[in-house]
């Protein structure tokens, strides 16, 4: 299973925010959307960055309240590590681990974004594919 099968089943919807929206309002989208890292871009299709959960809480313990003030420029990551549409589960579950991150933006061939895929979007991708190799043999053991 690759990146653009989980994404036609979990669509390509990406939230993204403007480099120069106020934190606070960037920690009330994560919030009220539910999710844990949101992209950064000022069209929606080139990513200038991505703000996680986890880059607010270590830069407010650092700096205090006062930092929700600031944009979301002041503390998004610039370098921003994505995969392709082609990238395998295996792939990213090796990425993932490695790199020590939850979410992946995903680009397409001219390196815009098209997706998002987070841990439980792989999880979830690798479960799937168990379940279908356990089905298939269950099916050869029973018909053999």
Do not use: W
Request: charged fraction near 25%.
């Amino acid at each position: 299973m690759n990146v653009a099968r989980i994404l036609n089943v979990k669509g390509n919807t990406v939230i993204h925010v403007a480099p120069d929206l106020r934190l606070a309002e960037a920690v009330a989208l994560l919030r009220d959307k539910r999710i844990g890292a949101v992209i950064v871009s000022g069209d929606g299709r080139h990513i200038d960055g991505i703000l996680s959960e986890r880059d607010v809480v270590h830069r407010l313990a650092d700096n205090g309240p006062a930092l929700l003030a600031e944009p979301v420029s002041a503390i998004m990551v610039r370098t921003v590590i994505t995969c392709g549409l082609d990238d395998t589960v295996a792939e990213l579950m090796g990425m993932m681990t490695q790199r020590r991150f939850r979410h992946l933006p995903v680009v397409d061939g001219q390196g815009l974004l098209c997706g998002m895929i987070s841990i439980g979007d792989v999880v979830k991708a690798r479960l799937d594919e168990i379940e279908s190799e356990a089905e298939s043999l269950r099916e050869y053991i029973t018909t053999s």
